[in-house]
């Protein structure tokens, strides 16, 4: 991609607890509360449990996501033995010891990525996944969509000379269903090989399971929220209802025209509730419209399972 622009740095470099950092304005306000659009969110190489949880919570309530690095030290058999402890385990340096509300929105990359550093010379070195990987989210949302998984062959990285550990397909497959998203050095190149939220390991059974559903909920969220705001002050009644029906639906069927959700109609595809039963004489009276929106995602394609069969002769 190009004609990107790198924006001003919001956390100082000397600065190293991200609590104070984000809290530079003094007013207790967050400087990632003046940025116009945030749905992305990665600090390279952060893999201390309680800031990534504090990042997890800041996410989630701003309707972002969050992307998550391994520890440089990581192994695989760090991530198995802590996956023997539960499902995120206790392990330091496989740092899967994050549980709670907050997961869903994040994701979690091994192993970390061989570049030239151009600090040095561009000599080889070892970065933290999660800005590769959040070029890769912003490309596969330009070229297909929210609701493509950033992952694939098509997920491939460039200037990139290698990564840390070339993991097999055996160690991939232990990996997957424990949430970790493996990068992997293919013969398409180096690529994003998963695409699990933290929540999405098979024991968990999150309805959250995968970071393109989760993202696409997120979007939903954010759009029909800044969408919406024309309701304010509106009389709450019938006329105020079909109207919100009409405006969201239209939103909804031009996603469901791109391919967005699951289903060959709009029926199937997804729904928009906002009449008496929803909003009773309770809600009308205290200045509340509530709206309710489903709609039926895409799984991505994990998996692939081919069966041969020889065809006898029966000449």
Known sequence: MSGGADGE??????????????????????????????????????TDVPTITDLQSYC????????????????????????????YGTSTAGNL????????SSAYYYPWILAPDPAFGNRPALFPPCG???????????????WKAPAGINASFSQ???????????QNGLLNPMAVNCLRQLTYGQVVWGSRTMA?????????????IRRLALFLESS???????????????????????????FLQGLFLQGAFAGTTPQQAYFVKCDAENNPDSSVAQGIVNI???????????????????IVNQS
């Open 9 to 46: 740095i919001l956390i100082p470099a000397s600065d190293q607890n991200f609590e104070t950092a984000l809290n530079e304005t003094g007013f207790g306000v967050s400087l990632l509360d003046s940025v116009d659009i945030f749905n992305l969110l990665c600090v390279p190489g952060e």
């Open 60 to 87: 989630y309530t701003h309707r972002a996501f969050l992307i998550v690095d391994a520890p440089q030290l990581a192994t695989v058999s760090n991530f198995q033995n802590s996956a023997l402890n539960g499902p």
């Open 97 to 104: 010891a994050i549980t709670g509300p907050y997961t869903s």
């Open 132 to 146: 590769c990987v959040a070029g890769i989210y912003a490309s596969t949302d330009v070229t297909r969509g929210v």
């Open 160 to 170: 990139v000379l290698g990564l840390q550990v070339n993991l097999t397909d055996q």
């Open 200 to 212: 999405g390991a098979d024991i968990m059974g999150s309805q959250w399971k995968y970071v393109p």
């Open 224 to 250: 029909l929220y800044d969408g919406t705001q024309w309701v304010v002050f509106e009389p709450n009644d019938e006329t105020l209802w079909g109207q919100i029906r009409l405006s969201v639906g239209t």
């Open 292 to 310: 309710l929106v489903g709609f039926a995602p895409l799984y991505p394609a994990e998996f692939v399972l081919i069966q041969i069969q020889q």
